[in-house]
DNA sequence: GTTAGCACTCTAATGACGAGAGTGCTAAAC
DNA sequence: GTTTAGCACTCTCGTCATTAGAGTGCTAAC
């Protein structure tokens, strides 16, 4: 629907408006905000009209109006001009990232607070995720004689580390065996590969060996298992208290602490635009429907991998988070294909 | 101060049924659930006098009573009697610490899971120091002709990694050179001797090597500063949103977020009992005075590493949850000193 | 030392009321 | 045909008075 340049102009200030203040605009309000040269009654008659059309709606009568989720859309789609992210925020998420350290993990983690801070917003996001990843690296750190720290590497660059115990001592024939099976069967294959009927038949071809070594390959197992796994961060979910207007907040931060439903949710909509914006009920899980989330992908090595969503009430101010998200997505994609890069 | 026989059974009585129902407690209420042969009066005037005392004290006037500080205290060191854990809370806990895997932040992050599931408070932990622990091994694991994957294992169990990228071309002789330097002049070191200084005098001391090696340096450095820092953990903190009469939620969870506070806070009392409990005021920092804090330290190997602490209002269930506490500090000492010993 | 009885105090819930904000509609003006 | 002034209307919110109920402290009797 394409609504009147004067009804644009009105509806963007009731957006803006309420956004800034998070009181409903009246007529007269409305008249001082923006400068137009007609009385509180043409404003007055303009939002009955919105109101009408569903863009626009009324908490009660004697209050003012608040965008539905409808006029939230028709401006984030249309209406918004998105500001240009100011010169010290772009150096302060460079500063930040920069002495992050280098696993995805670590970057995200500081990603995720930087933009918390910056946004007053929750901030989730999944780690890089590769369907072709491969396993590149097996190490086995012995720690005593019956103790030892596996670590795994993938292609990737997700690395995942256990400690497992043995029954038998850990000696130098164990080893050697252990990394023989490993660079035969596993280095090069896919995680998903890596299935418990592999493990258990490798373990039975060892004959004598088999008890002695199948700790080791349980433990390869999980690691597998743990270096495809997505997972979830969570960054600023205290910030969710500060909006008073939220209603359960609980129920909102168990759902982001539970992490399954979003991961599946980013993971879905990797294919589409770039960046996402879901407002209110647009949300498919219940828990988000009083929220806004928005969400952008990031790539490692020109592929999409995982994702960045900022979490709030609907009502934020999506002109300026949307860049800010933009812009972070892309300084993280960077630093870690630079990270992967050969 | 030693109260009388009686007015101790009303006390306990008062407390318990307040940390029940979150009430303020009459006399007549208070009849009927302790059975004392007495009538409402004797009570009130036994009341009376507990107020007078500064056991209880009441919200307004036609409003039960309710404890006071003093009162929760006097209850918690002499009136209440510790259940012993039911058995499925034994095995719930065993069972779910003892898939965590052997990392100790790993354990931890499990311990706090499981009792913040089952205590219905915010769980914080600190992951294991030890002022002795050295370097027990570094590894440098290549991922491509620039970068590699630092790894650094201490003698007590903590393991940190980060990626690192060299200038020059990471050959075989640069990594002889950095592995020479490590086992020279690292391992078998405290993290806190890999001063800056150091690292400094070792880079200049090594000529025209010095500019390729560098950036390996600064990582082992940054390594062995995470390997040595205390971690706080934190779980279950949106259990606090539940209860009602929390005051402002968002105070507390940044402070829990920030944790350096907490965390020296278990640093200083290592020393003392072995399970503390701090009610309301007698907590040191403002952000914690509406709070009860129990904490109890966990020994890996006979010597206090770490704590485990439970937050909660200042109405929460002592007698059952300090049992919880103390079980599971124990049990994570236990795994900890498992995987750790030789 | 204990108890019955009673006056007293305070909260929480209820309803009445007026001020204020904002609207929608109508009729006149442009 | 659009815009505007004016006004009646509606609804919220705060205040105030009233009432019911809970719980107390005190006194006098046991």
């Not at 859309?73 to 998105?82: A, E, F, H, I, T």
């Not at 292609?155 to 400690?163: A, E, H, Q």
């Not at 023989?180 to 896919?190: C, L, R």
């Amino acid at each position: 629907m394409q609504l009147s340049e004067r009804k644009e102009k009105i509806l963007a200030a009731i957006v803006e408006w309420y956004i800034a203040t998070g009181e409903p605009v009246g007529s007269k309000t409305l008249l001082e905000y923006i400068h137009i040269p007609v009385s509180s009654a043409t404003i007055r008659n303009e939002m009955a009209e919105l109101s009408r059309l569903g863009f626009i709606e009324q908490p009660h009568t004697s209050a003012g109006r608040i965008p539905s989720q409808i006029g939230y859309r028709y401006y984030v789609d249309k209406l918004m001009n998105r500001y240009e992210l100011p010169i010290n925020e772009k150096r302060l998420i460079e500063a930040r990232l920069s002495d992050a350290g280098g696993e995805p993990q670590q970057i995200l983690e500081q990603a995720g607070q930087v933009l918390a801070e910056l946004t007053n917003c929750a901030v989730v996001s999944t780690t890089p995720t590769d369907e072709n990843a491969v396993i590149r690296r097996v190490e086995l750190v012995p720690l005593g004689t019956h103790t030892a720290m596996m670590v795994m590497l993938s292609s990737s660059g997700i690395l995942k580390s256990r400690v497992c115990r043995t029954d038998s001592e850990l000696n130098l024939e164990l080893i050697e065996t252990f990394y023989n099976i490993v660079s035969k069967h596993f280095i090069g294959k896919s995680a998903s590969e890596v299935s418990i009927a592999l493990i258990q038949t490798l373990a039975l071809s060892l004959g004598s060996k088999s008890l002695a070594i199948s700790p080791l390959l349980v433990a390869l197992s999980d690691l597998a298992q743990l270096t495809e796994q997505t997972q979830l961060l969570l960054e600023g979910q205290s910030n969710l208290l500060n909006y008073t207007d939220y209603p359960n907040a609980y129920e909102l931060m168990e759902f982001l602490r539970r992490g399954e439903p979003l991961t599946n949710l980013f993971a879905g909509h990797k294919a589409e635009n770039n960046t996402n914006v879901l407002i209110g009920k647009e949300n498919f899980y219940r828990e988000l429907q009083d929220s806004s989330l928005i969400y952008s992908h990031y790539a490692v090595g020109g592929k999409d991998s995982g994702a960045l969503g900022l979490i709030g009430p609907t009502r934020i101010d999506y002109a300026r988070l949307i860049p800010s998200l933009k812009y972070l997505t892309e300084i993280v994609g960077k630093i870690m294909s630079d990270t992967l890069e050969d």
